[in-house]
């Protein structure tokens, strides 16, 4: 469970605003009051100007017919009599949806006040525990330091969790060193185990589990916590470029190859992991359909080695066209997004 990487509480609420959603009319009786992140309620002078106005699409949950961001916009809509209103739908689990509308009121519209961002910031680590300080002060507006001691002065109220999800969307089990020796035990007793039933063993990521078990491989002693990994050897683990080739009995050619190729499968792995804890992703109905295309393009390397063996001689020539012609729309792909960066990097 994660909310936040690195991104910033303005570009949550814009993307929680809708952006390009289709847009439905919905009857204004259908709806139901928001969970409003606003502890004096709705502001009458504000409702009266926005009826003077066309009014702007609102956010809600379609499961639960809850207005996520825009309560002034309904009771706007009702003072003028409408019975109808313009509507986007956010999809996802009812336990997101305060989130959403904390996010989203930040950001636009009438702004929240200090008391009301300390207020939500205490229901979201109440609600969710794991949560870093920094990643609910990018969804609250309100500093690290600030959210901590939100944490500190709820202790007793809030569930105290075993893990942190940082800014960056990653889990940080506080007890990770043992979690990866559990996961190093399992490993050992079950070598036919696949990396999705050694991360359930031992409560890591398959990341985690693919990175450990490609260090068992290579004969290595347990491993130690990444930050310390990377301070020691210079390279970052999780890269897979930063990661060692293979040693031992192995073929020079194939060996490595295959190294490469779990190598190159982890880093997959850890990426799409963290995309799919992205908000800017997570919680927009664009970004979900980009996660689904990209876990439904995610190539099975394990499965292709095999079937290798099944193409025949004369239709090998044929597959590797086709596949030569995925690889070549991927870097088209790829290169898109690196020109896009790179324009936003020298604008």
Partial sequence: MAYLLETTALEIGATVGGGCAEV?????????????????????????VLAQRDIAPILVHRDTRRVVDGMHRLQAARLRGERVIPVRYLE?????????????????????TLKDRKAAAGRILASHPDLSDRAVARITELSPKTVSAVRRASTEEVPQSKVRVGADGRSRPLDAARRREAARAFLA??????????????????????EIRQ??????QAPAP????????????????GAAAPSGSQGQGQGQGQGQGQGQECGRVQRIE???????????ESGRALLRWLNERAPDLEAG???MAAVPLHCAVAVADVANSYAREWQRFASVL??????????
């Fill in 24 to 48: 439905h009319l919905v009857p204004v009786a259908s709806l139901v009051a928001a969970d409003s992140p606003r502890l004096d309620g709705l502001s009458r002078e504000h409702v009266e």
């Fill in 189 to 210: 007793e079950h070598p036919g185990a696949t990396l999705h039933e050694i991360a359930a063993s031992a409560g890591v990521s398959v990341s985690t589990a693919c």
């Fill in 226 to 241: 990444p930050r310390l990994r990377v301070a020691r050897e210079g390279r970052d683990w999780s890269r897979p470029d």
């Fill in 274 to 284: 963290t995309l799919a804890k992205d908000p800017s992703l997570r919680f927009t």
């Fill in 338 to 347: 690196d020109q896009a960066v790179g324009d936003a990097v020298e604008g």
């Fill in 215 to 220: 260090r068992m491989r290579r004969g290595e």
């Fill in 92 to 112: 996802g689990p009812v336990s997101e949806v305060f989130i959403h509308s904390v996010a989203a009121n930040v950001t636009h519209g009438l702004p929240l």
């Fill in 305 to 307: 080695r095999q079937l």
